[in-house]
């Protein structure tokens, strides 16, 4: 009796040693219990079923302090408890397949674990999931740190979250002034704070340049009068080569005014878009009024009062990507002054014949054997105004458009190589020239309309065949003709 009620020592050998004595009572009562029913259940001794009684409460403590665990050790060194070997197993691999996917390799944890089963306190059997993050951060090759990925690309890692964000803040802070009211990044910009491999940069000055490295992004531009498929390119820093990669379906030689070109176009990796809220003074346009006048030709006009434009006070959100305005949403407008008419007499006099007509038409048919803009001819490398457009020799040439002949013979100076002539003004600075001529139907002074017979091909002065050389000229400056002609 003394035996079963001395207090079991911590751990899990005294425990064991209890629980084998209360075992061993239990049989011996139960054997004296037997005994006394095959003699007729004479009178029990008191004490017996103390005893019993006794065993069976140790018994119960016992089961309820300590169960059967794993204590698993890594290196030599112990981890802990876990109710069994294949918990931990699984926390291991657990492990593993994370490195495998932040690294990109297949990882295995080389430290050595073992296992050893003991019978042990309850509270020290705990889920093996509490070892995972200690086991993770055991791994040299991976580190947890504040990540920063554009649109799902690592850029770089840093200890400090401040120091990233601080990073994109001087990205922005070029674009931001007193009248923006937004401002974020126009790609989608995350920094999390996460396990990534220990080789990622962590440099914030590299980070910084990866951030506002420009790359090539493609923009439109819409053709103008005198624009011609090299100089485009020239402007925009390309090649012809490079420009025509980006239009391959564009004829280089037959651009014309309001035609669409993709060109290409710096831009940040990272780009900033902000919305700034202005408030500025715009002029509102005068209304027009129109008063006939018999005097004038139909088409002609003349401003009798030029009016006065009114005044309002606008309030907009100016959106802008990288400093560049992309739109401008008008959220009110107040007006300061309302704007008077404008007078304009419209002529109702019928046109003559010779008088222009405002646009082109071919001067004569045929193969155009040479384009307007740079050439090589003669062996070298010129700017050719014109356009050349073969044709059999005498087959005659129209005038473009109505206006007054202003030379009309051979042309000499510097000028010679045109070698027979015929100039055309037709008013407004404009004017058309039809060069290597073999004869020459109208003479200085000489009104013609539209598509009247002035000359006829052929190959005087500077050619190697018969051709009419087409040239337009604005104010004096030769501009590509293809963007005129209907």
Same mark, same amino acid.
């Given at each position: ?40 259940? #004479? ?22 302090? %300590? ?59 705990? @889920? ?12 040299? =090759? !991976?580190? #947890? ?15 400090? *979250?401040?120091? !990233? ?9 070029? %674009? ?18 996460? +396990? ?11 980070? *910084?340049?990866?951030? /506002? ?51 290409? *176009? ?8 902000? $919305?700034?809220?202005? /408030? ?7 209304? !027009?009024?129109? $008063? =006939?006048?018999?005097?004038? %030709? ?35 407008? /107040? ?14 006099? =019928?046109?003559? &014949?010779?008088? @222009? ?13 040479? +384009? ?7 062996? &070298?490398? &010129? +700017? ?7 044709? @059999? ?24 190589? %045109? ?10 600075? #404009?004017?058309? +020239? ?13 009104? $013609? ?21 087409? =040239? ?8 590509? @003709? ?5």
């Amino acid at each position: 009796m003394e035996e079963i009620l001395h207090a079991p020592q911590r751990g899990a050998r005294s425990e064991g040693t209890a629980r084998g004595a209360a075992a061993d009572l239990l049989r011996r009562l139960r054997c004296g219990i037997e005994n006394q029913a095959a003699n007729g259940w #004479k009178m029990v001794n008191p004490g017996s079923f103390l005893a019993v009684a006794a065993a069976v409460g140790i018994l119960s403590v016992l089961t309820s302090v %300590y169960a059967t665990g794993c204590v698993v050790s890594v290196d030599g060194v112990r981890l802990g408890a876990v109710a069994s070997q294949a918990d931990f197993e699984k926390v291991v691999e657990r492990v593993e397949d994370r490195a495998t996917r932040i690294l990109g390799h297949d990882y295995t944890l080389d430290q050595e674990i073992t296992y050893d089963t003991a019978l042990l306190e309850r509270d020290e059997i705990g @889920p093996a999931s509490r070892f995972e993050t200690v086991l993770f951060d055991q791994i040299g =090759e !991976v580190m #947890k740190s504040y990540v920063l990925k554009v649109d799902g690309q690592v850029i770089g890692a840093v200890e400090d *979250e401040a120091e !990233v964000t601080a990073l994109l803040d001087t990205i922005k802070a070029p %674009y931001i002034n007193d009248a923006t009211t937004s401002v974020e990044f126009t790609s989608n910009v995350v920094v999390s704070h996460e +396990y990534t491999s220990s080789d990622v940069n962590q440099d914030v000055a590299a980070m *910084e340049e990866i951030l /506002t490295a420009n790359t090539n992004g493609e923009t439109v531009y819409e053709v103008q009068a005198g624009d011609t498929f090299m100089q485009i390119a020239i402007d925009n820093g390309m090649t012809m080569r490079e420009l025509e990669a980006l239009n391959p379906d564009v004829d280089v030689d037959r651009i014309y005014i309001g035609q669409l070109l993709t060109v290409k *176009e710096e831009i940040p990796f990272l780009s900033v878009r902000t $919305v700034d809220r202005l /408030t500025y003074e715009q002029a509102i346009e005068c209304p !027009v009024e129109q $008063v =006939e006048d018999s005097s004038m %030709y139909q088409g002609d006009s003349k401003v009798l009062d030029p009016g006065v434009e009114g005044q309002s006070l606008v309030t907009a959100d100016v959106i802008y990507v990288n400093g560049k305005e992309q739109e401008r949403d008008v959220v009110e407008t /107040t007006v300061l002054s309302e704007p008077t008419a404008k007078v304009i007499a419209v002529g109702t006099k =019928e046109r003559p &014949s010779w008088m @222009p007509k405002g646009y082109f038409i071919w001067p004569v048919y045929g193969n155009i054997t040479s +384009y307007f803009g740079y050439r090589s001819i003669f062996g &070298s490398y &010129s +700017y050719h105004g014109g356009l050349d457009i073969a044709a @059999p020799y005498g087959t005659g040439i129209a005038a473009a458009d109505g206006g007054t002949v202003v030379f009309a013979g051979t042309a000499s100076g510097s000028n010679w190589s %045109y070698g027979k002539l015929v100039i055309v003004d037709h008013g407004n600075g #404009k004017q058309s +020239y039809y060069g290597h001529c073999s004869s020459i139907l109208v003479s200085a002074g000489d009104h $013609v309309y539209q598509g009247q017979t002035i000359a006829r091909v052929g190959s005087t002065g500077r050619s190697t065949g018969n051709h009419c050389h087409f =040239e337009v000229r604005i104010n004096g400056t030769r501009v590509n @003709p293809l963007s005129y002609l209907n």
